[in-house]
């Protein structure tokens, strides 16, 4: 059983992420950041630590951080709120989950000996997890000093779980190097940290997409 879900681990990771990214589409946003996202983001964390169960001193780190953001996220329950000290924390473990996550899966499409549909699955669920990164990086600046992200989405934004969404894009839009402009950052903390994103999207891209490319031609010359 762990061995068959250990061979799916990158179909699974993959597919609480999108249910993160696009979860609000189907449910009202304010619903789906403050009840539904964080199980989604429990879930995600449950098959991170499926992806690195090979690693056992990673794994029973990843336990601890699946372990607190579950805590965390039940005294926010029973509080009804969540305060900004317990905020600022479960964005600190996810960071530290997704630091570790994002880097053991490159290090496993690093050393893929054979291309295939697992391989494509792990690729993309590594972008998205970079962009997972920046959006903490941004919370967390934004929590420790408010204003530092501005623009026309942000205009008066009182509402947490909003805020959080409207973050959310503007990480992937940098990581994707698109940059509408419609959410600009307005400190000198969070200019850096969108420079981050942006280089952690061209690099990922050029060196880890171009290795795992030269292994599928590689594998069809053989």
């Not at 169960?53 to 996220?73: D, E, H, N, V, Y």
């Not at 941004?138 to 929590?143: F, K, R, T, V």
């Not at 994103?197 to 061209?202: M, N, S, T, Y």
Request: include cysteine; glycine fraction near 8%.
């Amino acid at each position: 059983m762990i061995e068959k879900l250990y061979h799916n681990r990158f179909e699974l990771f993959l597919s609480s992420q999108l249910a993160i990214l696009f979860g609000s589409l189907v449910f009202t946003p304010i619903f789906f950041e403050s009840v539904l996202e964080p199980v989604l983001f429990l879930f995600n964390l449950l098959s991170g630590v499926l992806l690195i169960s090979q690693r056992p001193k990673l794994m029973w780190f990843c336990i601890l951080l699946l372990t607190l953001s579950a805590l965390l996220f039940g005294i926010s329950m029973v509080m009804g709120k969540e305060l900004r000290t317990l905020g600022f924390i479960r964005m600190t473990v996810y960071f530290l989950f997704y630091l570790v996550v994002t880097f053991e899966i490159i290090k496993q499409l690093w050393s893929v000996a054979q291309v295939n549909k697992n391989v494509i699955f792990g690729l993309i669920s590594g972008y998205i997890s970079l962009g997972l990164i920046g959006f903490f990086i941004c919370l967390s600046i934004e929590l420790i000093a408010p204003g530092s992200f501005q623009g026309s989405m942000l205009q008066g934004q009182s509402q947490p779980e909003l805020l959080a969404d409207e973050l959310m894009y503007f990480s992937f839009i940098t990581l994707l190097t698109i940059g509408y402009g419609d959410i600009l950052p307005v400190t000198v903390l969070a200019q850096k940290a969108a420079v981050v994103i942006g280089l952690l999207g061209q690099f990922y891209l050029v060196i880890i997409t171009a290795v795992v490319v030269g292994k599928f031609l590689q594998q069809g010359d053989a």
